[in-house]
């Protein structure tokens, strides 16, 4: 049934966005394409696997209609209103899903589904109890999965008029109708929040649409269309049972019973704990019942009973605490056990359950490049899926690491070291969980180009030469704010006729008397070279530049 605190589903969606978030944050390499298919697959297991939980649910609620569709109608009516609402938002959410792929394949719908889909069958929420054939995308098949040129231009359009702010609209009143349901005290719980604000990495304000479609790879895209799908699937699955909660379990009774396995998440750090409740849905939460498990068993039987691990339930539900020890997938089986409370007889109601115990793993993403440059201060976000990033120590090998604005981190690196390495611990349950860590190279910083009247070579006239006044030192192709190179000498030279004329060396990137007065004398035609030219930058090293050659026009 549905409670009204965070549920463990959704923990576990926002457990699998930090982890997409995390990914967002780095360059696309195979590597990270092949985590975003990791996060996809399991993102759609979860969603195939919760769309039988909610067909359960509607199949219970029209049972207890039919047996008595004067009390219940009311709220089966409105069950059925949100059955409607939320198939077809997930629908069409699907539908965007395949747009954006015919856009960044710029293929027909035809061409994608024979290609890149496959089919296969769900239950029919539309329908209790019966199954459709459905068209799901297999994203490792789709060549411009980390292209984002195309779903950017369909998502966020060239005026903020994509398809994203029609679908935030959609979610919007979507959300609007449920919380109608749950009431609005539920808002943060619900999720589908398309009205929450964003900052980038500078600090400048984002909406949900350009935050989560802007310059998104089309593999990341489809995962985040696919965690929406969730949120869906989880509102929905509140609001009815909260509609079916108004029916009095005291005068019906339920012509069957379903055991629910309810995992706070089925993807675990090494060194957690997993946790599940074990509840009999449907049923009197006055009763007790007591639970046997079999880990490592699909099923349980006379066989392997004997071994059990036996919980006993506290108002009808049982909690699961497993130590997370081996890594990998991990299974178990069990029944709930409870008697009848009108023949008295024990009845069995059989179950079975995955998760995945994983290792834990850090991420460190540098947010300007893929190095680490000596003489500035580098950002940095560091992360690990599941854990707060408060908890997290980061620490380096050579250097220093501060915390910076925003939740990042600044770097600083030595100047001649070739690489350094940053590495992480948390503490989790009391105990200090090693991270992982990473690698980089270090870097200087590269040389600016020197120009005059924002050109090296060519012809210029004589007045907007002189109009310049300087020598300007130009970081180009640089992320970085507020690092400057100054200009510390340089020096003149022309050729009047045959005979060469030199200003000698000049301090500072100024024109003086001496430069102006060759630049006066010059005709046209006439070529000037500024050469030697000596610059220093904030980290005190000198930097020989290029020369600027210019003919007088």
């Not at 589903?9 to 995390?22: C, N, S």
């Not at 985040?224 to 609001?239: G, P, R």
């Not at 200090?432 to 009247?453: H, M, T, W, Y």
Request: proline share 4%; glycine share 6%; no cysteine.
């Amino acid at each position: 049934m549905a409670g009204y605190k965070e549920t463990p589903r959704q923990k576990m969606i926002g457990m699998l966005y930090l982890v997409l978030t995390a990914l967002l944050a780095l360059n696309v390499s195979k590597d990270i394409l092949d985590a975003f298919l990791v996060v996809n697959e399991g993102m759609v297991s979860t969603n195939e696997r919760f769309a039988n939980k909610v067909s359960n649910v509607y199949a219970r609620f029209e049972s207890q209609f039919n047996l008595n569709p004067g009390k219940v109608g009311e709220y089966w009516n409105k069950a059925q209103e949100v059955r409607t609402k939320s198939q077809d938002l997930i629908e069409y959410l699907e539908d965007v899903q395949m747009e954006v792929v015919i856009k960044s394949e710029k293929k027909t719908k035809d061409e994608v589904l024979a290609l890149y889909y496959t089919k296969t069958q769900m239950p029919d929420n539309r329908n209790a109890g019966a199954m459709q054939e459905k068209n799901m995308l297999d994203l490792s098949k789709v060549p411009s999965r980390d292209k984002y040129d195309e779903a950017t231009n369909y998502m966020i359009g060239p005026n903020k008029n994509g398809e994203a702010y029609t679908m935030a609209q959609k979610i919007e009143n979507y959300r609007q109708f449920i919380l109608g349901i749950v009431g609005d005290h539920n808002a943060d719980k619900i999720g589908l929040n398309t009205n929450e604000k964003f900052k980038d990495a500078s600090g400048a304000s984002q909406d949900w649409m350009y935050y989560n479609f802007y310059h998104t790879i089309l593999a990341a895209n489809v995962t985040i269309l696919n965690k929406i799908i969730s949120e869906v699937q989880s509102a929905e699955f509140d609001a009815v049972n909260r509609l079916y909660e108004n029916i009095s379990e005291k005068d019906y009774k339920f012509d069957r019973l379903s055991a629910e396995v309810i995992p706070n998440s089925t993807y675990i750090l090494k060194g957690q704990n997993y946790e599940a409740t074990v509840l009999l849905t449907a049923y009197d939460s006055k009763t007790q019942s007591e639970v046997k498990i079999v880990r490592g068993a699909s099923a349980i039987n006379d066989g392997n009973i004997g071994g059990a691990q036996v919980f006993r339930s506290e108002n009808g539900v049982v909690k699961l605490t497993f130590p997370g020890q081996a890594e990998g997938p991990q299974r178990y089986a069990g029944v709930i056990e409870v008697r009848d409370p009108l023949t008295q007889e024990i009845k069995r109601h059989p179950f079975e359950a995955q998760y995945i115990v994983a290792p834990p793993s850090l991420t460190v993403a540098p947010l300007k490049m893929n190095i680490l440059y000596s003489g500035l201060k580098n950002p940095i976000s560091i992360s690990a899926p599941g854990i707060p990033n408060e908890q997290i120590v980061p620490s380096i090998t050579k250097g220093k690491i501060v915390k910076g604005a925003n939740g990042t981190w600044d770097v600083e690196v030595p100047t001649g070291e070739r690489t350094t390495t940053i590495s992480a611990v948390a503490s989790v349950e009391g105990k200090n969980l090693p991270l992982g860590s990473f690698e980089f190279r270090i870097k200087r910083v590269p040389d600016p180009i020197a120009k005059i009247a924002d050109i090296t070579d060519g012809t210029i006239e004589k007045n907007r030469l002189l109009a310049s006044r300087a020598i300007i030192p130009e970081m180009v192709d640089f992320d970085f704010e507020g690092f400057h190179f100054e200009i510390v000498s340089y020096e003149l030279s022309t050729y009047r006729g045959t005979e060469l004329q030199r200003s000698g060396s000049i301090k500072g990137n100024q024109f003086t008397d001496a430069v102006t007065n060759m630049i006066k004398n010059a005709g046209r035609g006439q070529r000037l070279y500024f050469e030697r030219i000596q610059a220093k930058g904030p980290d005190g090293t000198m930097r020989t530049l290029n020369p600027i050659n210019l003919e007088i026009n």
